[in-house]
């Protein structure tokens, strides 16, 4: 007898609906899957141990089996058995699980940086050669790559479940997390902390091309300003080269080579020059003033956007001297600017 | 010598007792202006089953929206109000007071062979902030709802919604007080009125767990309505505590938030726990196994329960370090409910055993929690809380621990107690089937949501991609049996109110307190106050006692 085609067409429909089990992706994603599956196992274990002694207990000492309860207080034994064994049980799961999220949120020395911004509701991730790209990231196979995530405006979550990675991206701090793809192909990207109106819309793609791909891919979306040429523009436009000039009596500090350094503070303290104390430098600069000078910066706060901050800071990442600094001071068409600087990070 | 055989009192002799606390005083003002903690209880139980209908009807709204991969049922902003809605009305409405309000209003007094909570008018005053609680929220959906989430999270709810974020909170604010005061009234009691002989270790460990859960209620409460008050002023006036711009910090919200709303997990939890104990201990004809155990495991799951908030925050940016010290707690945490798990189990272990309707459900807790507390060890090991936080994974295991645990246990509570609260028997038969019905829908509502978790479905989200359609009408078909199974108690319930047989004092020969008086019970619950020699659950006293009583009768 031949199949109805309405039942046909609606059995293709389900088996193409129904998914089971998310792509694995990334480097992390078999680690991710062997702890979840342990768990899993543990679980079953668990459950099916409680539910059998429930049904054999109910069997064997129903009323008409057993009529008669005998009265025990308990079982020491017992007691310290069942305290024991769920305590070792979760005492390895939480190694083990402790080592995967250091794992997962301590990017190594050499993974390519991209920033992702989240926006009501929309991703917009910034590659170090300046391709933009909204609600969609291209990146390479088999290459470290590091997401530097934050929000413009409320909590976001950065979530590509086919990589097992996920992170929120929150106003006012970087958050940083990082994968290595192992299969070319689409995933899906969510937002997964709720956001408002729009929150189940705040999805994207995750593109993993081969390395020459990527190449190709950079080469032919790049607005020809990478981030670092950007921050150099905002730098001289909002005049920040006006103090931080780098000449012996400027009223700001030198800037060149700070990052990854260990400043000083005028407050006593000294600090770890990285992306985020940079942006915080720049939006509050009175409570991370540099020993030695006046707290005279004006705040920038509410005057950049979350991309100008992060052109600022690629920017002040890539200062290696002052001279480029000097020149576009004495230099007043700052159109000079555009030409890439020194040490300059390429796609 | 230490074996018991208890049969069931024969119920076609039993009467109605002409005078009771239903029938002491008459009219509506005898009921706003009581005292009586059973009066109080009844309220409660009224007001509750309404706001859990409320609940229940946006997470229909929910479920069936959720039917389709596309936003056809209805707009996003209105998709936002109702999960906010169904997550406020049953957090704060329904799970944190139900059962302590109800059960343990009625029963810890009884419990303890005492007339009445220490404070009768701050009980009374309880349940008034309830309401008036309930009533804010029901204004603020009422006048165009709040699409927040119920967790509040700034800087959403601070700056960037236009809905009434301000009432929301209030309400809120206000039945956190609700259940302060209860919190307090149960811990005053507790210490205070318990009848002559009756020490902490001869309390039934329903006490326990309502003591160990007052004083998370009284702890953690008022942080969050710090929070929540923090939330208007942000709003109304912008004092920027949770304003990066200036110089706040919006993660302050979350550990404020969860420093409370962690806890309230275990003040919802623990009361339907000393349920179980109560109702395994009677269908099984023995006392529960352990006592000493599972009392401090509840005292254990009450301090332990303040110190692993953070781990709601593993992927918000909390230092690396920190999050590892909230993994660990989280783990210890585990433990204590394992323990209590095994404990009932083996409570059954050479017992006597029958199946009455709460035990049922009893079993249908312990099944469904035992998955609910393992799949939390999932969310609580930082490594797979990264992949499974913020998807249906998690929907799914706070549901269990939620739905399976909490509300299974509220419904044992409320068939094992039914006789003793109104005098009557619920129907046996159809109570059973209720129970299965319930327990087949829940399984198929939530056990699809682990899956769609597991493959990444976000939770809050309108529309998704369609690979997790199926998974989805799994879902939504699970919900209708599960609607289903719930409307059966309260239609039969109802019913019985008329119809049911009597249920004479003490229907499942039980060896609480509250059972060795009338049903239902006097204004003043005995007619003299106890005098208590005897350890809880001790079914030999329970046997002697009935065996004095029928041959100075006969």
Redesign the interface.
Known sequence: MPISPVIWQFWQK?L???????AEASTVAP??DA??WV?VL??IF??VL??A??IY??AR???DN??????????TV??VT??LI??IL??I??V???????R???PPANAMNIYVVGK?WMWKAEHPGGQHEINALHVPMGVPVQLTLISQ???H?F?V??F?????A????Y?TVWFEATKTGTY?I????????????MIGTVTVLTPEEYKAWAASSTSGMSLAQNGERLFSSMQCNACHSGAPDARGPSLAGVYGTKLQLANGGDVYVDEAFLRQAIL?PS?HVTAGYSPIMPTY??QISEDGLIDLVEYIKTLHTDDRNQQTLTNSTPTNAVTPAAGMVKP | M????ISLPDQSTARLPKVNYLNKEHGLLSWLLTGDHKRIAMLYLISTTFFFVIGGAFAAFIRMELLTPA?DLMT??TY?KVFTAHGLIMVFLFLVPAVPAIFGNFLIPMMIGAKDLAFPKVNLLSWYLYMVAGCLMLGTIIFGGV?T?W?F?T??ST???NTNVISAGLGAFVAGFSSIFTGLNFIVTIHRMRAPGLTWFRLPLFVWAHYAASIQMILGTPVVAIAIVLVALERTIGIGVFD??K?G???LFQHLFWFYSHPAVYIMILPPMGIISEVMSTF????V?????VAFSSVAIAVFGFFVWAHHM????IS?YS??VF??LT??V??PS??K???W??T????????ETPMLYA?GF??LF??GG??G??L????????????YFIVAHFHFVMVGGALMGYLAAIHFWWPKMTGRMYPESISKLAAVIAFVGFNLTFLPQF?LG???M??????????????NVLSTAGATVLGIGYMLPMIYLVWSLKYGKIAGDNPWQATGLEWQTQSPPLTENFTEIPIVDHDAYD??WLAHKTHREVTSVG
């Open positions: 389900w193409t609906n129904f998914g089971l089990l998310p680690q991710m702890l979840f768990l543990i679980s668990g459950t409680v539910v002694l429930v207990f109910s000492y129903q009323k057993h009529p008669v309860a005998e009265d025990i207080e308990g079982s017992l007691e069942w305290t769920p305590l979760f005492m799961c939480f083990w699980g402790a080592l995967l999220y250091f997962i949120f301590n009501q405006d409320v909590f979550s979530s479940p086919a097992r990675v996920k992170r929120e929150i106003p006012g701090h958050n899906d969510f937002c997964t902390q709720y956001c408002g109106t729009a929150h189940s819309a509050s409570q706060q509410g | 230490s074996a018991t055989i936003p996003s902003d936002n699409d989430g967790t999270t800087p959403l700056h960037y919604v990066p711009a110089g910090d919006p993660i099984s004809r023995k006392r196994f352990g006592y000493t155990a593993f992927i918000m940016g690396n999050a590892l993994s660990l783990m210890l585990a433990v394992a323990i798990i095994f404990n189990t083996f059954m272990y050479k017992g006597s055993i029958t199946f079993f312990i099944g035992t998955i393992l799949t060890v999932f609580g090991v930082m490594g797979t809380d990264i992949h499974l936080t913020e998807t899956m597991y493959m990444g976000p939770r809050r989200y309108h529309a998704y991609p369609p690979e997790f359609q199926v998974l079914y030999e």
